[in-house]
Structure formats: C-alpha cells, structure tokens
C-alpha cells in the first residue's frame, strides 16, 4: 500500500499561480495522476506523471521526482472556475493489478 | 460527459436493506473500478474488474459484492446497509495510453441510508 499526503486547503487569488503538493509512499510506484473534482463531481484527469520531470499542460504543470516520493500540481492565472478539489493519486502494483489510490484532496478556493 | 453511465443517481433506503448500483463503462474501455467517497475518507478503492473477472481488492466490507457481466457492465451489492454506508459511489473505466491508465469516472450514486 502506500501513505500519499497532500495539504487539506489552499487559497489563492484570481490571476495568481499556486502549488499543490503531494508526497507518497509506495512499494510499486508506477506512475502519478492528478485529478481535479468541482463538489458534487466525478473528478476528471488534469494530469500524469511517471518519469522524472516537470509535464505542461496548458495553464496546469505537474513535476514529479519519484526519489523524494514528492510531486506538486501548478495552476497559473488563477480563475474562480478553477476552485474545487485536486486529487493525487498514485499508481501501484498491488497482486498484478496497478490500483490507482488517491489522497485525500486538496480544496483549493480562489477569491477575487 | 466522461462516456461512464451510472444509475441511479442518488438512492435513500434504511439500514438493514440492500441496494444495487449499476455502472456501464465507456465503450471499449474492459476495467471498471468501483470507488466511494465519504467526507472524512476521501476517495477508496473498493474493487477491480476487467473484462468480468475480479482482479483487485480494496478495503470492501464483506457486505458488499460486485460483479461485471459479459457486456462489461458491472454492478456493486451493498447489503445489511448501515448508517455509515452513506456515501458518494464512483465508478470508473480506465483507458491504458501515453498518459497512462487514467481513468474516467461516472457522475456517482449518492446513497443516503436512514
């Protein structure tokens, strides 16, 4: 199994950037997903993360170093839509089947 | 629209009694992952299909059940339900490409036991 944290809440400013951090334990690492989940949603994909390295997407980032067990999500030119909860979650071998498990989120609120 | 069907919705029973939430995966997609979501326990795994065998387990009450039928849909029992069953229920199917096993999840079931 693995511990996987991630901070409970963040506030940030519209236009602003913001980092989300996540830290993880695994025994079969095999990748790294950040979800984002607006309250009352399914949570839809932002992200992946599985070699070493900083990813782009747009407006999101995410980097990962999988020795530090560590990966954060980056949100430039906050928009109030962007309020909602991020979700890590870490891919792991767990009796032949990878199991994506999540942390859980962090609840990130924008303000004007 | 994640392509992910659940049903119903939201669902309100007592404790003692059984429900069944039914998920239709994406087309093409073999694994479906059943997960629930409460307050204070975020999102946990319960279960694993792919392509109608089980192929992991999560922290899944023995009162509880699942199955994925040969047209992939699958179905999660929860029965002897309890006031602290009550909770958001995701499923998901997952789609192996260059961004990974990422998943697309269904809108959920909220199932409030009283």
């Known amino acids: 199994g693995q511990n996987i944290d991630q901070p409970t809440e963040m506030t940030a400013t519209e236009g602003a950037i913001v980092q989300i951090n996540c830290t993880y334990q695994t025994s079969g690492f095999n990748g790294l997903f950040w979800y984002q989940q607006h309250a009352g949603e399914a949570p839809t994909f932002l992200s992946y993360n599985v070699l070493d390295g900083l990813e782009e997407k747009g407006r999101f980032s995410s980097f990962l170093s999988r020795s530090k067990g560590y990966s954060y999500l980056l949100l430039k030119e906050l928009q109030m839509k962007d309020s909602a909860s991020y979700l890590c979650a870490v891919r792991d071998t767990t009796g032949g089947s990878y199991i994506p498990t999540f942390g859980r989120g962090t609840s990130l609120i924008v303000h004007p | 629209d994640s392509g992910v069907t659940q049903t119903p919705k939201h669902l309100i029973t007592a404790t003692g009694q059984r429900v069944t939430l039914r998920c239709s995966p994406r087309?093409?997609?073999?694994?479906v992952y059943w997960y629930q979501q409460s307050l204070d326990q975020g999102l946990q795994f319960l279960i694993h299909?792919?392509?109608?065998?089980?192929?992991a387990k999560g922290n899944i009450l023995e009162r509880f059940s699942a199955q994925q039928f040969p047209d992939l849909h699958s179905e999660l029992n929860l029965s002897s339900l309890e006031l602290g069953d009550s909770a958001l229920y995701f499923c998901a199917s997952s789609v192996h490409g260059t961004e990974g096993e990422k998943l697309f999840f269904g809108s959920g079931t909220q199932l409030s036991v009283l």
């Open positions: 299909y792919y392509n109608g065998e089980e192929r």
């Open positions: 087309s093409g997609d073999l694994s």
